[in-house]
């Protein structure tokens, strides 16, 4: 069957699949109205479906694409789907041989139900306790935690003395690759989630998120770019072996304290050298990541040695992150303030021209950040504009009476509806307001 007679029909599906939805509203799920509509759904499914093991349709740089056939001009079932999907927090969905029209009843409902609570719960969770086993969706909340279990069961490994296996860690990478290439500005904004508790792996994962985005930024090759992920989720893993009292210490540490936390990159290459299936470059990285730009950082490294360029990537991410996080010895920066505090360590600390490319990437206003509109709203930024970087999108939290909205609403500053014309006047501390960023995101 051609690609374009496949896209007609799985067009008219994705009708069907908003009509069924939206039947379920007026009908109960065994009236026949919605029986026959599930049942035409299934119909053209299993059609399409045969000779191919699934369907895979993707949201790619805000388009939904079907087998790298976009539809760039979508009539309104088609733009409804897409705006579903991405309400729950998904960039992808595939529909596997085997399904059941049972499924794609359930998978009706799913369209329909809140979207909030399901992006809480996770769509590929929710999906699976309605016993949907055959539609399967990328959803980049489960990519952000897979990665952080995984962290947090290879420092616990660590810290019993065990050296732990790479291929979980290899997958969780491998995921947040692919999330960095097709939908960066999701990923992103995870990074926002911080714990105090748990500061150690949401640092990790957050640094290996940032260090690809800026490594793709970069053009770096796309062979180098799991290496680089590898290093940035991996990088702390022996500070799991320094003291806690040291980790934790509120104000500035003694000339001996400090000689033990310059130990934790010497401590993390080697627990990585020790592990099956680790590259020399990924522990190269880990080992330089302090090193600093002007080579005054730690270990001390010989003269001659040269630095490698992914360290220095390496070196921004950790920075930036670690800026931008409530630490026992300092207050969280916002992360235009983060941006202006590594200015000042450019050419120094780090490397002055990734940092500039950084700073692109993540526009004035880096996606996380929270931001005071000329109305008087105050919002998120969930998407930057990188050709008019003062106009970014933005998650809107509160009205301009200060009330927090119960439905938040997005909008594009750079594409205003006519008369609803709104401009970014300022940063807004996200701690004199009561959000929850993992709702937000």
Known sequence: MAGGIVKEKLEQIIIAMIAGSRNLTLYPPDHPVVKSQVQKMFSEIQALLEGREKLSLAILEEVLVFEGVPFYQPNIAVRDFQRRIEERGMTAVEFYQGLEAQELQSWSQFLLGDAEAIREKGASAWLLEKGIDHIKVRDVREVYNRALD????????????????????????????????????????????????NYLFNHSVNVSVLSLALAESLKTPKADLHQIGLAGLLHDLGKILTPKNIILKPNDLTPEEWEVMKEHPV???????????????????????????????YPTLEDGYQIHPYSKIIAIADVYDAVTTLRPYQKPFHPRDAIKIMEALSGKVIDPVYFQQFVRMLGIYPVGSLVRLDSGEVGMVIEVNSQTPLHPKVRIIYDPSGKKLSDTQEIDLAHPQTGAERNLVAPADPLIFDIDFTKLV
């Open 150 to 197: 995984t962290v947090s069961e290879m420092f616990t490994e660590v810290r019993m003395g065990k050296i732990p296996k790479i291929e979980s860690a290899k997958k969780a990478v491998e995921d947040l690759t692919g999330y960095v290439l097709s939908y960066r500005p999701a990923l992103l904004a995870l990074t926002l989630l911080k714990s105090y508790d």
């Open 267 to 297: 401590k993390s290459a080697e627990i990585l050298q020790k592990m099956p299936g680790v590259g020399e470059l990924c522990v190269r990285l880990v080992y330089e990541h302090h090193a600093r730009y002007d080579r005054t950082g």
